[in-house]
């Protein structure tokens, strides 16, 4: 279902939650919202934990975000080893959801302030892999 194609290590190669690869592949950050219940996850869970529902739909995370949390990591574990140091955050957004992912490295750490507005994106990675990340929005 193309999830070899996502992120630095990639586990497995198969997941219910395939489409989440194939619209980062067309620039979109998706998550889902069960229809039964109306909990929103990210990342995606096409069965949703809280009422075990197997109904839901996926939406894009397009709103503005705000920083949450941060911190500046000084060791790489598997497939990061080189990245190091970068920085993970957490992210609010308005769509209901939150999430975890690094940080533009473009955003100096002097420039990194809680509450900061965000923007979540899709990016490129080597071997025509991809993931996502936070960006600075204004």
């Not at 993970?88 to 533009?104: I, S, Y």
């Amino acid at each position: 279902m193309g999830f070899e194609k996502f992120g630095v290590v990639s586990h497995t190669k198969e997941s219910k939650a395939g489409d989440f690869v194939t619209s980062l592949e067309k620039g979109k950050v998706m998550a889902v919202r069960c229809k039964k219940c109306g909990a929103k996850y990210f990342p995606p869970q096409v069965d949703c934990p809280k009422c075990v529902a197997s109904d839901t739909e996926w939406f894009e995370i397009k709103g503005k975000g705000t920083l949450v949390s941060y911190s500046v990591m000084n060791y790489g574990p598997l497939g990061f080893e080189d990245k190091a140091p970068y920085t993970l955050a957490v992210g609010e957004f308005e769509e209901g959801v939150k999430v975890f992912a690094a940080l533009d490295r473009n955003i100096k750490e002097d420039d990194i302030k809680i509450g900061m507005p965000l923007k979540v994106a899709a990016v490129s990675l080597p071997g025509e892999k991809v993931s996502f990340e936070l960006k600075a929005a204004k």
